[in-house]
């Protein structure tokens, strides 16, 4: 088991939680919840080693898209680098629905 820590400025305030996904072969959580301050930190467990530069790659990546300040929990099972983002793009989405829903 490994665990990972990566962070990424931000710019913007993310208000809602978000919760998607499971830990099973091949899969992975992720938990998304608002951030203190101005940035993003991801921590990562998996249970996979040696993939840092993997997780790095996939993570830098969405981040060129994603700019919320969150606290980004992953729980990996050996899901690919394309579960990864999918989960974390359904992670934001499920987030920004929970914003609207909150303003309206």
Request: proline share 3%; aromatic share 8%; net charge negative.
């Amino acid at each position: 088991m490994e665990q990972l820590t990566f962070d990424y400025p931000a710019q913007r305030a993310v208000t809602t939680r978000a919760h998607v996904g499971v830990v099973g072969s091949g899969d992975l959580e992720v938990l998304l919840q608002p951030a203190s301050d101005m940035q993003a930190r991801v921590v990562v467990h998996t249970s996979v080693d040696g993939y840092g530069h993997i997780w790095k790659s996939v993570l830098d990546r969405f981040f060129t898209r994603y700019d919320g300040a969150a606290l980004i929990e992953i729980n990996d099972f050996g899901a690919t680098p394309g579960v990864v983002a999918l989960r974390l793009a359904e992670a934001v989405e499920a987030a920004q629905g929970g914003e609207r829903g909150a303003q309206s």
